[in-house]
Every structure is written in structure tokens, then in C-alpha cells.
């Protein structure tokens, strides 16, 4: 039997372990920036802002906490900075549109790139949030997936695979290279 997941938050994967701990980063939050945690930023004029809504701009990471809505530069703003390899879950669903998605068989080996946009009430009315886009790539491909995952996992529930038939199921996905605003 199919299973409905409910939409949720783009969220950065952290390694868990002791030799493994995640580094945040601070940088200077961009003018009245009213975003949220796990919404994708970027950088202008050396200001961290939201991006824009289809990814077509080079990710400087996800941030930690929401916008201050202030000043430029008058706060920082904790961030999950988007190296190369970065990675995180997010709500699969139909690219440019965030209409309900169902696993096909052939998604297991999505060789291209998809999107990651932004719906303006992916999490109910007013509340946007990010998602990737599967289908044909419409705008900027910025995310490879990983893994097809019925939910977000918890602790160390990494078993759930979604299946053929689900709605809406997470996905682990990798930040692709050229969409990383830090290079190596």
C-alpha cells in the first residue's frame, strides 16, 4: 500500500559522532532579511540573503536560525555553510509546480542533476519552504539524489526506503559542485 508523507523543511544532513562534529558559520546577514531556518542563502555584495526561489545562484550554505529583519551588516547569522559534498534532505515533488509526487520505478537512478526550488506554501498557507523538483530539469540542476527515504530519518532509522507508489517521500540529496559557493 502507497504511502501520503507529509511535506517538511529542507534540512542540511549533520555526520553524527564524536570525531565528526558539525562547524557552523557566522557571516553578515544581507537588509531586512525575514528568512527562515533551513532556507537557502546565498551571498550579495558580501551579505547573506535568501536565494532566489529556483536555485539559479550559487548556495553559500542553509541557515541555522531565521533573518533579523534589520539592517545590513548590523547582525550575524548562523549558518550550515554548503561546501562541495554537502548534503541534505528535502520533500520530493514535481519540478516548477511542487504538485504531489509519486516514485516511479525508474527514479532509483536519476542520472541528471534536479532542482531545488522554492514554493511559497509548501509547509501551509504562507509558510514556503524548499523542495527538490523531479522530472525534467526546467531551470538550474543543483542537487544529485542519493537516496529515496520514506521520512525524515531519526537517530539511526536509516531503513525506511520509499517505494514505488509513495507520495512526497524525502530525499537525500548532494549539492552539485558548481552550485556550492565555496570551491576547493
Same mark, same amino acid.
Given at each position: 500500500?502507497?504511502?501520503?508523507?507529509?511535506?517538511?523543511?529542507?534540512?542540511?544532513?549533520?555526520?553524527?559522532?564524536?570525531?565528526?562534529?558539525?562547524?557552523?558559520?557566522?557571516?553578515?546577514?544581507?537588509?531586512?532579511?525575514?528568512?527562515?531556518?533551513?532556507?537557502?542563502?546565498?551571498?550579495?555584495? /558580501?551579505?547573506?540573503?535568501?536565494? %532566489? #526561489? &529556483?536555485?539559479? =545562484?550559487? !548556495?553559500? @550554505?542553509?541557515?541555522?536560525?531565521?533573518?533579523?529583519?534589520?539592517?545590513?551588516?548590523?547582525?550575524?547569522?548562523?549558518?550550515?555553510?554548503?561546501?562541495?559534498?554537502?548534503?541534505?534532505?528535502?520533500?520530493?515533488?514535481?519540478?516548477?509546480?511542487?504538485?504531489?509526487?509519486?516514485?516511479?520505478?525508474?527514479?532509483?537512478?536519476?542520472?541528471?542533476?534536479?532542482?531545488?526550488?522554492?514554493?511559497?506554501?509548501?509547509?501551509?498557507?504562507?509558510?514556503?519552504?524548499?523542495?527538490?523538483?523531479? /522530472?525534467?530539469?526546467?531551470?538550474? %540542476? #543543483? &542537487?544529485?539524489? =542519493?537516496? !529515496?527515504? @520514506?521520512?525524515?530519518?531519526?537517530?539511526?532509522?536509516?531503513?525506511?526506503?520509499?517505494?514505488?507508489?509513495?507520495?512526497?517521500?524525502?530525499?537525500?540529496?548532494?549539492?552539485?559542485?558548481?552550485?556550492?559557493?565555496?570551491?576547493?
Amino acid at each position: 500500500m502507497a504511502t501520503t508523507f507529509r511535506k517538511d523543511k529542507l534540512k542540511p544532513v549533520f555526520p553524527q559522532g564524536a570525531n565528526l562534529e558539525f562547524a557552523a558559520l557566522y557571516g553578515p546577514e544581507g537588509l531586512n532579511q525575514t528568512f527562515k531556518s533551513n532556507e537557502v542563502l546565498t551571498s550579495t555584495g /558580501g551579505y547573506l540573503v535568501l536565494a %532566489a #526561489a &529556483a536555485s539559479a =545562484v550559487a !548556495w553559500s @550554505g542553509v541557515a541555522l536560525e531565521d533573518g533579523h529583519n534589520a539592517a545590513a551588516g548590523a547582525n550575524n547569522v548562523e549558518y550550515c555553510p554548503a561546501i562541495p559534498g554537502f548534503m541534505f534532505y528535502a520533500t520530493a515533488l514535481v519540478v516548477t509546480t511542487a504538485a504531489d509526487y509519486t516514485v516511479v520505478a525508474t527514479d532509483r537512478m536519476l542520472a541528471a542533476g534536479q532542482e531545488v526550488e522554492q514554493s511559497a506554501t509548501l509547509l501551509g498557507t504562507g509558510k514556503p519552504g524548499w523542495y527538490v523538483g523531479v /522530472g525534467a530539469v526546467a531551470g538550474t %540542476a #543543483a &542537487a544529485k539524489i =542519493v537516496s !529515496w527515504i @520514506g521520512d525524515q530519518p531519526q537517530n539511526t532509522s536509516y531503513n525506511q526506503e520509499a517505494r514505488v507508489g509513495d507520495i512526497n517521500p524525502r530525499v537525500l540529496c548532494s549539492l552539485l559542485a558548481a552550485q556550492t559557493a565555496f570551491t576547493v
